[in-house]
C-alpha cells in the first residue's frame, strides 16, 4: 500500500509517538509511506525571514533504523496566528499534489485541519480516509478561543470518515459521543517493542551519568512538557521533603521546560533535579532502567488528559516500572487496579507515595506486574491490527466506488 499521513506537528522533533510506530513497521513490511508535517516551534527553531518553503526529508525513521518515511513540510507564513491560516492553504495543496504525484491508496489524519481538508477531496474518490485519535487535538490549541471551532471541525470530520480509529476505550467512546459512527470506529491501542524495553536492561551507566547513586530512589518522567504536565508541583514537593535521596530525572522539552531549569538551581533542588532535556529515543530505555519509579502526575482535572493513555505508560510498564499516576480516567480504564500502576489524587500527592513505596519494599512486584499487564501490546501485534484496518478500508471503498457506478 501506498499511504499518506497527515498530521499538524513536527515529525522529526516531537517524541516517538503511536503514528511514529506504526508508520515505520508498515514501511519495515514494504509499504510506501509519505507525511505532511508542520514545524510546530518555528518560532524557536527558524527565524530566518517570514515565510518557510517546503522541504522534503527522505528515508526518516525515528524508531527503527532500517525503516524509511518520506516526511514532506509545506511552507508557511512565519507570524502568530498566520502560521496557521497559511498552513490551510500550504496543506491543501500540498494534499492535492501527493493525491497527484504519490496516488496514495489510503490517507490517515492525526490532526484537525488537514483531516477536514483531506475528508473534503476523498469522499468521492476511491482513497479511503482514516481518523486516527490519539489525543483530543481541539483542547490543544494554544489559543483557547479557537479551541470550540476546532472541536466543530473535528466533529465534521469525524462524521465524513470512512473509519475512526482510538488508541484507547475511553477515547473511542468520546469520539462516539461527539459524532463518530460506533459502527466504524474501532480501537488501536498503544504498543510497546518489548525487546527494546525490558527489565533485564542495565541503567547504571546513565545512573553513573547523572550522578545517582546506588541509595537514590529516582523518580522519571518523559515527554512533551506541558504546563499541565503535574511537575511544577512534585519538584516543589522534593524540595521540601525530608528524604535527601529521592531524586526527579526529566527526559523532554516543552513550555515547562525554563521554568524547571531555574527551580533545579534552588539550593534545595540543586542535585535533586535533575533535567536532561531532549535524548535521542534509542536512550529512553537506559533511562527507564536508571529510575525506580516512573510518573504521570498531569493535574487530573486538565480536560485534555481525561480520555487519552500516554504512550509512555506503556513503555514504563514494560520496563518492568511502576508508575504513579493521578486518577486520570483513560488511564484508569485501561489499566485498572494492581497492574503495576499507583493512583494519587493530585500532584502534590506523589512525592509521599514515592516514598511510601520506596519504604514498603513494593517495588519490585510491583514492576513484574507492570511487564505481565503489558506483554499483549507488543507493537508488531498491534501493526498487525493496523495494517488490516488499512487493508479493509482500502477493499471496502473500492467496493462501495464500484456500486455507486
Known sequence: MKVLILQETDWLQRY????HHLAELL???GHEIRVIDYQLLWGAQDKRGLRSRRQVFEGVSKVYERARVTVIRPG???LPLLAYVSLVFSHRREIIRQIAEFR????VGFGILDSYLATGMTRRSTIPFVYYWIDVLHLLIPAKPLQPLGKVIERATLKRAD???AN????KEYVVSIGASRERTKVVSEGIDLRRFHPAIDGVEMRRRYGLKKEDSVLFFMGWLYHFSGLREVALDLGRAENKNIRLLVVGKGDLYRELEEMSRRPELKGRLLLAGERPYVEMPSFVAASDICLLPAYPNEKVMQHIVPIKLYEYLAMGKPAISTRLPGVMAEFGEGNGIVYVDRPEDVVAKAIELAGSGSVRDLGIRARRFVEKNDWNTIADKFERVLEEAVVE???ARALSG
Open 163 to 165: 473509519e475512526v480509529l
Open 397 to 399: 471503498k473500492r467496493r
Open 76 to 78: 508557511i507564513i512565519k
Open 16 to 19: 516517538a509517538g503511536q503514528q
Open 27 to 29: 514501511s519495515l513490511r
Open 104 to 107: 496514495p491508496d489510503i490517507m
Open 168 to 171: 484507547c476505550e475511553g477515547l
